[in-house]
């Protein structure tokens, strides 16, 4: 009985001796002010980790050191100042400490439960990395020095066991194209470290190749590992059940439609990738999916195996297409905005719509426009230049499914397209146009995602040509203003002459082929992929417009954190342009530099490489501005880098103004590039002068600049503000004149 009671004293007396020394250092542990019973973590640190870095395992683990936020530390100095001063007004020192108390959400305290969850989040980590020795263990204390509270976390890692011996069991009757495939995806092998999400990936991998190639059933069990810890190494045991492989037996469509016009079963049917006696293949439904979503017509779709209508058997299952429409007729009149593909401009106007998405019950799409627009507002506004404008209307049609050859669908879009627009003075362009396209998507594993094949018909007829040409010559001061002015009009003045002459239907016609590969995650705010295009288009059998026409750009976007974007740009073009004297290059297809979406230290159309041929000042200021804004350029090269942040959601301030914040964004680029040889005659009809590629190499303009935006619906809003720091043609001063452009969208 002694020994008995002798024992409970023992161990009471070593319970008060714990607990009074977790007493005593949680005495020592630095208190918080915002919260009394409880201990900020300052820092977090780890020991003993070779083989990750600590940021990898302070990202793992749920126990984070206080990060406050700058408001919050200001806000911290300024009270602790003020709570200093014995003159300072109390009211004011119990306001900011009110405040300072309401950001408490930015404290991190210590929790031991979730200190012992992180302890065996590392330990996990590191078993599953083939280190099944690993020991893990952390102590909270106080850091005397820093005046601090440090959670650490130590770590003895040990050896890590490499993989002896790998067995699998079930795959045995596949035949020899998925065998190649399932090696394909081989990510663990005999000798190497064992990785236990490597091995979930491999598994993953070889599942979704079983389930595209008919093995709708196929699956695994868990892994079995068995650990050698004498020998430090791992033997691993995998078993599928691939079941048999299965066809597919009926497919059914379910049309949530509404009220509104059913698109027609062989349209439907035509964009499935996937028919009734083909094999299973969970690849195949996916791209059905999205071409059935590529459509317009549907606001949702869904393919999935269901029994409901046909029974399963064990060879076959059936599929149920879930189709929910979208409102199919539409009405809008409104403001709009748009960008112009040779200025590089916006341009904000008024505009009437009718759209139908199923006018013919196969998925086509017609609109009827009517608009009016203001061309280039960012001149305007910030270079008070007069306003161009332009009146158009016309019809819009998409038929999304044309043709089928072989696996590759066809689809056609179309346009009839009048316009009027006011080039310069009284000299107007009136536009009839009547494109073709044919698009197609190309496989997935190909470089280029769509390629389109254009036919582009026009009639353009430079109206009140006599009367502008007329007010030119009025201005000519000299035989040299005069040789000048005839040489800026030529361009027009050879398709005016063509017009009165045969009086054509047609004055134009293009044929070109465009590739397109899209990678981006989001078109409209992309933050990771790539968009190439690569075009060409030129004369056509019959018309005034006699040239051939090259260009290639290339976007990429990188998502260095989740606040930071760093995106790069590269774009080349070149104009051949034959029988100059009796033809001419339609103003859509020069190319022009300067502007929002070009070298930003210019303004839009006023960028050019002048060798050989410079605007003479003595010259008609009317002419010049002529020359600068409506006669473009034949080559043209042009690199960005910018950098692109938001701010996030800030938790330190309400909810009105976060959400505002939120979706704030701030760019800082640096721009390169130019337009080289203007497409302006001699009195030879021919070029001024031909360049070299020391010219192309010294005719680099060069600006950086910032740009302050906001995300809306409709895409990102930005104002920004561009510096030339290098102007080839000596005349600007680097950083002296700032550039402002309006800019709807990032600038690629």
């Not at 066809?410 to 494109?435: A, C, D, E, H």
């Not at 082929?513 to 060409?536: M, W």
Request: hydrophobic share 40%; aromatic share 18%.
């Amino acid at each position: 009985m002694w020994f008995q009671r002798f024992c409970f004293l023992l161990f009471g007396l070593l319970f008060w001796a714990t607990d009074s020394l977790s007493i005593e250092n949680n005495k020592k542990l630095f208190h918080s002010f915002y919260h009394p019973d409880l201990f900020e973590i300052n820092k977090v640190v780890f020991k003993g980790n070779s083989f990750v870095s600590s940021e990898k395992l302070q990202g793992l683990i749920s126990s984070k050191p206080t990060k406050k936020s700058l408001p919050h530390r200001a806000l911290f100095f300024y009270y602790e100042n003020v709570a200093r001063n014995r003159a300072a007004p109390k009211l004011l020192a119990s306001s900011l400490k009110s405040i300072v108390l309401s950001l408490a959400n930015e404290i991190s305290f210590f929790k031991e439960p979730l200190a012992e969850n992180d302890k065996q989040t590392i330990y996990n980590f590191y078993f599953q990395n083939g280190f099944h020795d690993v020991a893990v263990d952390y102590r909270f204390y106080p850091d005397s020095i820093e005046k601090i509270n440090v959670l650490e976390f130590s770590i003895s890692e040990g050896v890590q066991y490499r993989v002896d011996f790998i067995a699998v069991q079930g795959l045995d009757s596949l035949s020899p194209e998925v065998e190649k495939e399932i090696r394909s995806v081989k990510k663990v092998s005999v000798g190497e470290p064992f990785n236990e999400e490597l091995l979930a990936e491999e598994l993953t991998a070889i599942r979704v190749i079983l389930r595209n190639n008919g093995y709708f059933y196929a699956d695994f069990l868990s892994p079995r590992v068995v650990i050698d810890t004498l020998k430090k190494i791992d033997s691993v045991y995998i078993e599928f059940r691939t079941g048999k492989p299965v066809r597919i037996g009926h497919i059914n469509f379910i049309d949530s439609v509404g009220n509104q016009k059913r698109v027609g079963f062989n349209v439907k049917y035509n964009n499935l990738d996937i028919k009734p006696g083909d094999l299973f293949s969970q690849k195949k439904l996916l791209s059905s999916e999205i071409n059935l979503s590529s459509l317009g017509t549907f606001e949702l779709v869904r393919i999935d195996t269901s029994s409901a209508f046909h029974p399963f058997t064990d060879s076959t299952i059936n599929l149920a297409v879930l189709l929910n429409y979208r409102k199919l007729r539409d009405y809008g009149v409104g403001l709009f905005t748009n960008r112009t593909t040779a200025e590089k401009a916006i341009n904000i106007g008024f505009e009437f719509t009718i759209s139908d998405r199923n006018i013919f019950g196969g998925a086509q799409s017609a609109s009827f426009f009517l608009r009016a627009f203001g061309i280039d507002i960012s001149r305007v506004i910030f270079e008070r230049k007069s306003l161009e404008y332009e009146f158009q209307t016309g019809v819009n049609f998409l038929q999304p499914l044309l043709w089928i050859i072989g696996n590759t669908r066809v689809g056609l879009s179309s346009s009839i397209l009048y316009s009027r627009r006011k080039v310069f003075g009284s000299l107007q362009l009136n536009t009839f146009t009547f494109p073709l396209k044919f698009s197609s998507r190309l496989p997935l594993w190909t470089y280029f995602n769509y390629i389109d094949f254009d036919f582009y018909f026009e009639r353009q007829v430079p109206k009140n040509f006599a009367t502008a040409s007329q007010s030119f010559f009025s201005n000519a001061n000299s035989f040299e203003d005069s040789l000048r002015i005839q040489q800026s009009i030529a361009i027009f003045g050879n398709l005016d002459r063509y017009i009165n002459t045969y009086h054509p239907l047609l004055t134009t016609s293009i044929f070109g082929i465009n590739f397109t590969g899209d990678t981006r995650d989001n078109p409209l705010i992309p933050r990771r992929g790539r968009l190439t295009n690569l075009s060409f288009d030129g004369y056509f059998f019959f018309g005034m417009a006699k040239y051939y026409r090259f260009n290639f750009s290339s976007r990429w976007f990188w998502d260095l954190t989740n606040f930071f974007v760093l995106g790069a740009r590269v774009q080349t073009g070149y104009i051949y342009w034959f029988d100059k004297k009796n033809s001419f290059v339609p103003f859509e297809r020069h190319f022009f530099a300067g502007g929002a979406n070009s070298v930003r230290g210019w303004a839009s159309r006023q960028l050019r490489y002048f060798k050989g041929f410079r605007l003479d000042t003595s010259s008609s200021a009317i002419v010049n501005s002529f020359l600068r804004d409506f006669v473009g350029n034949s080559t043209l090269f042009e690199t960005s880098l910018e950098a692109r942040f938001r701010f996030g959601r800030p938790s330190y301030i309400g909810k009105t103004f976060a959400d505002i914040l939120e979706l704030f964004t701030v760019t800082l680029f640096f721009d390169a590039g130019n337009a080289y040889q203007w497409l302006i005659q001699n009195e030879k009809g021919d070029y001024y002068v031909k360049y070299t590629l020391g010219d192309y190499i010294r005719g680099i303009a060069c600006a950086t600049g910032f740009g302050i935006g906001f995300i809306t619906p409709a895409g990102p809003f930005f104002l920004d503000v561009g510096f030339p720091v290098y102007d080839p043609n000596g005349e600007k001063r680097a950083f002296a004149s700032p550039v402002f452009h309006i800019r709807l969208g990032y600038a690629f």
